[in-house]
């Protein structure tokens, strides 16, 4: 695992999950890979909530064919994802104790209707370090590594297909979700931010 003082390295992913941030907050300096190919089936453009009735997985279409950097990825507005995610984010957590302050926030990016999913993941990772008051020195890579030697390498860690998440301190992590008396770990950051609010620092520092 990586102590504190080290660079970490990350793909930018959608709405991350909790155990994206408790990787963010072990390293003083972050960098974002941006010199990558699109891969399908990541993170990169979907992202976990937890509604009354499932662990639901929101995912947005983008307009790849073959191969194409990340950052020139764009986003396939002519199908209705933009309103199936909002509803159903306002679905899953409008009864969520801070949902009505920080929900505002979140739909202003929405209502930005971004060309590449790079750039609209950034500006919604930058809201949720602002909100959560992680202040990070943040960059990007000039060039694409296969491998690093003195950088924490976090690229196509946390993926779909991957099961169990493998931070101890992940398992220790519980708040009071909206739905279910089982808690459900690692959903994306907003579950824990509509359901703790200012305290959800805390939670993720326990």
Known sequence: MQQESQRIVLDLQYLPCIEYFLNILKAKEVVFENSENYLRHTYRNRCKILTADKVLELSVPVKHEGKKLYTEVEIDYSQKWLQVHQRAIVSAYRNAPYFEYYWPFFEGIYSKNHRTLFDMNFEFLTLCLKLFQIEKN????NS?????????????????KRNQAEDPKLGRITYRQVFGRNFVNNMSIIDLLFCEGNNAINVMNT
């Open 138 to 141: 943040i960059s990007f890579t």
């Open 144 to 160: 694409y590594i296969k491998e690093y030697e003195d950088v924490f390498d976090m690229r196509n860690h946390i993926i779909p």
